[in-house]
């Protein structure tokens, strides 16, 4: 049986990870452990300035399975995913909202705000840690609090 570990895996894997990842010419974007149904997810998101390949995706996970074994984080079987943030990637992390500053993002909120609406789009205009800064396409600016939504992804289907 494993040991009982401290702090959060996915704040575990990503220490242990990053110098792996970095080392294969790719970025850490996020580290998320889920529980999906009854299974257990340990999803690593990679990412990098040329696009994110099958290879790279194959590459990471066979890098990281031996040392992430030998750590043994995770007390329970999982399954370790290996992937893109993807094209709406959802910006978490300082770094992804300073990388996107002046972005178009798009917001789901957790309960519709004073005029009803879920649902947000803008530019990303700022950021610090509790709130995002947005001018929505009609040139109304917002702060969002982030622990109000859903999530905050990037809006680049027009680009």
């Not at 590459?59 to 995913?81: F, G, K």
Request: glycine share 6%.
């Amino acid at each position: 049986m494993a040991k009982k570990k401290s702090g959060s895996v996915a704040a575990e894997v990503s220490e242990l990870v990053r110098p792996i990842i970095e080392s294969l010419g790719l970025e850490l974007w996020d580290v998320r452990y889920l529980k999906e149904g009854a299974v257990r997810v340990l999803r690593i998101y990679i990412d990098s300035e040329a696009g994110v390949t099958i290879e790279d995706c194959e590459n990471v996970t066979r890098a990281v399975d031996a040392p992430l074994d030998e750590l043994d984080p995770i007390e329970e079987s999982y399954t370790l995913e290996v992937s893109s943030p993807g094209i709406e990637r959802e910006l978490v992390r300082d770094e992804h909202f300073g990388r996107f500053l002046g972005a178009p993002v798009m917001i789901r909120l957790i309960r519709p705000d004073a005029s009803g609406q879920r649902d947000l789009k803008g530019t990303l205009t700022g950021y610090d840690k509790e709130s995002v800064a947005i001018t929505a396409p009609d040139g109304t600016e917002s702060v969002i609090i982030k622990k109000d939504t859903v999530y905050i992804k990037l809006d680049d289907f027009d680009l």
